[in-house]
């Protein structure tokens, strides 16, 4: 009889290892949510990013304001007849 408590006390031992610090343990549980959360939150601002990739790349192959806005921005064009003014912060 004392074998059988001995045996089932390294069982029990055993498996409350293995619950609370082994490899598959609630301790990885909690971490692995925990990159999930994570990893979500990096998904929806990708996901906003494309999206406003998307529509972008739309403007630009189907109107000509983006175009035109990227012209004055990026390039400093103007159209004909306008006057570019400069101003410089102190």
Request: with cysteine; aromatic share 6%.
């Amino acid at each position: 009889m004392k074998i059988l408590y001995v045996l089932l006390g390294s069982i029990f031992c055993a498996l409350q290892y293995q619950l609370w610090i082994g490899e598959n343990s609630i301790r990885a549980l909690n971490m692995l949510e925990v990159e999930l959360d994570v990893q979500g939150a990096v998904n929806k601002e990708m996901a906003e990013r494309n999206r406003l990739l998307e529509i972008e790349v739309l403007d630009l192959k189907n109107g000509l304001e983006a175009v035109e806005e990227r012209a004055r921005s990026e390039l400093g064009m103007v159209e004909d007849g306008e006057t570019f003014y400069l101003l410089i912060e102190k």
